[in-house]
């Protein structure tokens, strides 16, 4: 996979640098545009009345977001099916990134529902892949997890593995890692299969930042889903620009910075823009401390001192 590529503006040499009116370097304007969009798909015989919908939601999600998002898209899809003596044909089979729509519809014709065993399926495995797949590191990073059936541990009944995953995965500690990594997670649940555990998935979905849908709602589903990008990726751009400003401000400022104060003023501006889930993609303290203005005072990390020998 190619990595990304900054392409610089007409006449300036890398490494050229905007200078603001004082003559001091000017916060740079930065544009991501790259979108990592994974699939994990159950492919047990459980989905057998599911997979032909799911493989046609999935084929509309691609071509609406590959259409209209001015974006480098990449695509991913993990199958998962359950851990023999359940099923004996495969645990996680994975496709990697490709920037190719026709390698993804290739990957998607070759699904088929298939073993499975008992009730639980491999859940926290697929979850476990979705994070070790190839994500850019400055990309918009969403992931559509299509179930029909819980993780082993969640339930005894019908569970030939009570105690969980038989690799030792847990899906909410996998789910945290996902998060951690900036990969919001959507639901897609076959209903009524799924109703059971409907909770538990909303809960997977919420820790990411994400949401839950039924599979069934196919005009639902892909209008969240292609909203869904299309507010992470309009996010990611204006964090990257919030970014650049704040260190840029902390940089000139000859006196104590109230993070607290500004991260609220960085909230509102986010929510004045419709985006949601702010308190979970912002942290201020957190810009600061990653660009060296690191020196606190005796009330802890509600103030910094971002004037001159700070950092």
């Not at 500004?262 to 660009?291: C, D, P, W, Y």
């Amino acid at each position: 996979m190619d990595a990304s590529r900054q392409e610089d503006g007409a006449g300036k040499e890398e490494g050229d640098v905007a200078m603001d009116q004082s003559g001091d370097a000017a916060p740079k304007k930065t544009e991501s545009k790259n979108l990592d969009l994974a699939f994990a798909m159950d492919c047990t015989g459980s989905m057998g009345s599911y997979i032909h919908q799911a493989q046609k939601n999935i084929r509309l999600i691609v071509e609406e977001i590959v259409s209209k998002e001015k974006a480098d898209v990449c695509l991913a899809l993990v199958e998962y099916r359950d851990h023999p003596p359940e099923d004996q044909t495969f645990v996680t089979r994975v496709n990697d990134f490709t920037s190719s729509v026709r390698s993804m519809k290739q990957w998607l014709d070759q699904c088929s529902a298939s073993g499975g065993g008992d009730t639980p399926e491999a859940v926290a495995d697929a979850l476990h892949q979705v994070v070790k797949l190839r994500w850019r590191e400055d990309s918009t990073k969403i992931c559509v997890f299509i179930a029909d059936a819980p993780p082993h541990g969640l339930s005894s009944s019908g569970d030939h593995f009570p105690n969980g995953c038989p690799d030792g995965l847990d899906p909410m500690v996998v789910t945290r890692e996902l998060a951690e990594k900036g990969i919001t997670l959507y639901i897609a649940g076959c209903e009524p299969s799924i109703t059971a555990y409907k909770d538990f998935f909303m809960a997977l979905a919420h820790l990411t930042g994400g949401q839950y849908v039924p599979l069934a709602r196919a005009d639902v589903l892909a209008k969240v889903i292609v909203g869904g990008a299309q507010e992470e990726l309009s996010l990611q751009q204006l964090m990257e620009e919030v970014n650049q400003e704040v260190i840029h401000a902390a940089a000139q400022a000859d006196e104590d910075i109230d993070a607290e104060d500004l991260t609220r003023q960085v909230h509102m501006k986010l929510k004045s823009r419709g985006f949601k889930h702010t308190n979970e993609k912002i942290s201020l303290i957190s810009i600061l401390k990653e660009a060296g203005f690191c020196k606190y005072h005796d009330g802890g990390e509600k103030q910094l001192h971002c004037g001159p020998g700070s950092k």
